[in-house]
């Protein structure tokens, strides 16, 4: 079998919660062995959360939103409150190649295990900091959460209804955001420590990789002083562009119309074709005008069709459009399970469930989820051996000692 991109490659992962935990993710996909820090004092809050398996208690072990983030990686369970357990993290670090972090700025400083002190263990460490605003400037002490920086990136304020306030898109969008954004930079590191033999500090906000995704709304202001309005599912250069009712119980297609020439093809397809020379849709500035007729037309014609059969039929007219799917129809669709985006790993306590997996390929190389998420600690032992040096007599020194919890 091809070899992994980063086979060879050793991540210790202090991150919790999301954006780390996405970050270091991508790294296990690419093959790094990733090694996560955990303790039951105080467990990461997504060993809490639903969804669990049907018909089971829930349990640190079964939470689906946990085996999601983390397949792939090994657990170890140390109590970073004891300095033995500081000291074995320093081993594990010398150990490493990359040392990821998501805490609030400075505690990593304050445990022992801040860029300098590892640099002075270890000089070509690469260390990432997955902070919500930063390790520097005024708010860089600021306390931060995934929800929150949503209406922080100004996401909030172009979302949402005509008239209405500002809406949360549904989703911490700077978590993964931060986390995609920070496999990338700790690529770009690793490929530099090749190069030249240094490693490096990768400071990280994820405040700005959600601002990242709105440059259109920022350049707005910066370009003509302008804030973008709300206007729901429209789109300023395309008519009609939006989601649409279908037939069905709560089932809906959303469709792109991109010029002039699409809707005219569109305007064939809805049996109308005079349409496409109407005074008021002949042009993309008298649709926009004429927005609300506009899609009353549309959603009589899909209101009467599945949305695979909507789907079809526009595809075939050369109508950017789909399925606006639900979870049922991403976990049983075919597509993905072909490409072999759908995986169930056996897990020790759930059993194999079905999770998403690496969202691309690679001709040359061997990317794919290797493991099921880990049991809390679960290598705890076979760690401190293999890449810490620790006999077995010492690990029971350390386990009677209560620092290995």
Not at 138 to 164: E, F, I
Not at 275 to 299: C, G, M, N, W, Y
Not at 331 to 358: K, N, S
Request: hydrophobic share 45%; proline share 7%; with cysteine.
């Amino acid at each position: 079998m091809a070899r992994a991109p980063l086979a060879g490659i050793r991540v210790a992962d202090f991150t919790w919660v999301w954006a780390g935990p996405h970050c270091t993710l991508q790294l296990a996909h690419l093959g790094a062995e990733v090694i996560r820090i955990e303790t039951a004092t105080r467990l990461c809050v997504t060993r809490l959360l639903p969804p669990f398996p049907r018909g089971m208690e829930p349990g640190p072990n079964r939470s689906g939103y946990f085996n999601q983030y983390n397949q792939g990686k090994k657990s170890i369970t140390l109590d970073l409150k004891r300095p033995e357990a500081i000291e074995v993290a320093r081993r594990l670090c010398a150990a490493s190649d990359v040392v990821a972090e998501n805490f609030a700025a400075g505690v990593m400083d304050r445990l022992g295990l801040g860029y300098e002190a590892l640099r002075r263990l270890r000089p070509d460490i690469v260390m990432i900091a997955l902070s919500g605003y930063g390790a520097s400037g005024p708010d860089a002490d600021k306390v931060s959460y995934g929800p929150a920086q949503v209406p922080l990136s100004g996401m909030s304020s172009v979302t949402g209804y005509r008239g209405h306030p500002p809406m949360h898109v549904g989703v911490s969008y700077g978590d993964p955001t931060g986390g995609l954004h920070g496999a990338v930079a700790v690529l770009a590191a690793l490929l530099h420590r090749a190069r030249t033999g240094q490693g490096q500090f990768i400071d990280l906000s994820q405040w700005e990789t959600s601002i990242a995704v709105l440059p259109e709304a920022v350049l707005e202001w910066t370009m003509c002083g302008r804030q973008p309005p709300r206007d729901g599912n429209r789109d300023p250069h395309m008519a009609p562009c939006g989601v649409f009712r279908a037939a069905g119980d709560d089932r809906w297609i959303a469709l792109a119309v991109e010029d002039d020439a699409a809707w005219a093809r569109l305007a064939t397809l809805l049996g109308r074709p005079e349409l496409a020379e109407d005074p008021r849709f002949a042009t993309l500035v008298a649709r926009k005008q004429h927005e609300d007729a506009l899609e009353a037309i549309v959603s009589a014609w899909t209101a009467e069709r599945t949305p695979a059969e909507a789907t079809a039929l526009l595809q075939a007219a050369g109508i950017p459009a789909f399925t606006a799917t639900t979870n049922r129809d991403l976990a049983e669709d075919a597509h993905l399970a072909a490409r072999g985006f759908l995986v169930a790993l056996e897990h020790p306590e759930v059993g194999a469930r079905t999770h998403l997996g690496v969202p691309w390929r690679m001709a040359e190389h061997d990317c794919r989820v290797r493991a099921p998420a880990p049991c809390l600690g679960q290598h705890t032992d076979e760690v401190l051996r293999s890449v810490c040096g620790y006999d077995d007599a010492a690990i029971a020194r350390l386990r009677a000692a209560q620092v290995l919890v």
